[in-house]
């Protein structure tokens, strides 16, 4: 096939060769901790089997014989003549690195040409050096199948025999069936075992013979005990026989954003119809025709929600998907720094909005590797400290309500807060008055501020003062929120709360000026009327400007008006009625009441970008179209509260 007919196979190949690539990181990350699956080692060989045929196939040279090179390094391996190490697993990552910079070539130019800072050659060197080396002196796990000979009367007992001298080889850690059925001699005239063991396969399969009416053991491979497992029986046959086809496709994302597009569109006329019959239910009542409109709209409400649903379902990814570049960040991480970190990850299967996914992996690892750095201590200091020597870091995520919430939790030293307090005043952050009357609570949050760094030393990892007010305004750009708590010589939780797409949202909607507003309810934490009754919260006036407190937390006052207002003369006119309605929002780690003229209620609301044409809108994010026609805009709290600070 000429290489014009193969072009039109290479969206599909990139796309299948980058899941490859990441089976690969992933399986040889597992692969270097104990309580990997036994069939491992498998699925790598057949990932790096699969990637080199369809590498030759589409005529990538580079990436075909690089692939081949680690098949055959797998080969060995999974037949037990070679055992992971950890130079094993570090150069065949290097070799995966290598892999993803070949794959993005290849979408960018068509092309796998192999640069002078590429080192191809030099891991081909390093390949073939393991396949030379033989086995090293780790463990590894063997499958064996152990026969016994025709006619033996205590298989059973032969059988325990078997386990007690795989014992002396190395660890039994399983048996197929289990002890008890071995013992009772429930089986055949063979069993399985599972053993992790340093010695060369031949020498435990020498010892295991040696055992009185043993006739034969065998290793399995992967695919072999699969097949003896599954032998289908007579009633399984026909349904073995005729596999059911794939029920999967693979669909350009930007069709999918078109529909969602056109589903928006639905959901807004859906409101508007829905508006018009309540006038048309109040003009003519009891009317038959009215009655059948009436009934109509209502099946097409129905049938657009579930259509928004199905489509929002098509959009959602597991965080997973995020999750899975961490442990590879935090294992290079720890070896450079000297660190012995476990990751714990769960939720990976938690579901959020693929528009999500790409914007949430680099604040991840940006808090990840502040929680290696900063966060978990020296192996020999937590030794000294009554701590294990090995620090843990949990990554997990959840939904809460309509929000995706995911915490990143280390058992590390904790923020020093007195030492935040001291670089904020030497920098000039605040007065040394107000720091000193600052919470605890109130002193960490000054992290999130611009150019504050207490490391010691500026490196490759962090200390350069440009880390957590960039992450902080990331995760707000994507709507959402952070939370810290941190304990000295305990740990820190950082907590983001994320909405689950940023297509369509609840929204409150307000007027202010006679203007409608939509503010994300994600950020809206309370409602209230400013009064002077008893019981009622009043405004105040603290260091000359509008305020109010609430549950002994001051909250300052701003009209909603006049902070979007694009004139600083505009927004200096700052006159908060008494009575006014107030919207508590939350954004980062603070708070403030936007004072409103009126409430209108929750809506759930399409967004809509504002267009090139308007330019950039300070304070807002973007717009929606109402039932009754208007145009709401959409509140960016996290802005509109720098600009109030």
Known sequence: MSSQDMSQFLAIFIDEGREQIELLETGFLELEHENRRPDLVQDLFRAAHTLKGSSKAMGFAAMGDLTHRMEDVLDVLREGRLGSSTKLISTMLACVDLLKTLMDRIAVSGTDEVGESDHLAALLLQLGNLLEAGPVDSTSQLRLRVSFSEGCEYCGARALMVVAASEEVGSVLATEPDLDALGEDQFGSSFTLRIETTQDPQTVIKKLKGIPDVADVVVLRAEEDQKQDTIPTDTDKATVAHPSTSQTIRVDVNRLDVLLNLVGELVTDRTQMATLCGLLRARHHGDELVAHILEATTRIARVTGELQDEIMKTRMLPIDNVFQRMPRVIRDLAQKLGKKIKLDISGGDTEIDRSLIDALSDPLIHLLRNSVDHGIEDPSYRLSSGKPEEGTVTLRARHVENNIEIEITDDGQGIDAGRIRAKAVDTGLISDTAAQAMTEADVLKLIFAPGLSTATEVSDVSGRGVGMDIFRTNIEKIGGRVALE??????????????????????????????????????????????????AVKRERLSGRSAMVLRGETVPLSNLENLLAQSAKSRDKETVASDACVVVVGAGSGQIGFCVDSLMGEQEIVIKPLGSLLGEVHGISGASILGDGRVALIVDPARVMVRAA
């Open 486 to 535: 941190s304990t000295r010589g305990v740990g820190t939780r950082f907590t983001i709360r994320l909405p689950l797409t940023l297509a369509i949202m609840r929204a409150l909607l307000v007027e202010a000026d006679s203007v409608t507003y939509a503010l994300p309810l994600g950020s809206v934490i309370e409602t209230l009327r400013l009064g002077s009754g008893e019981g």
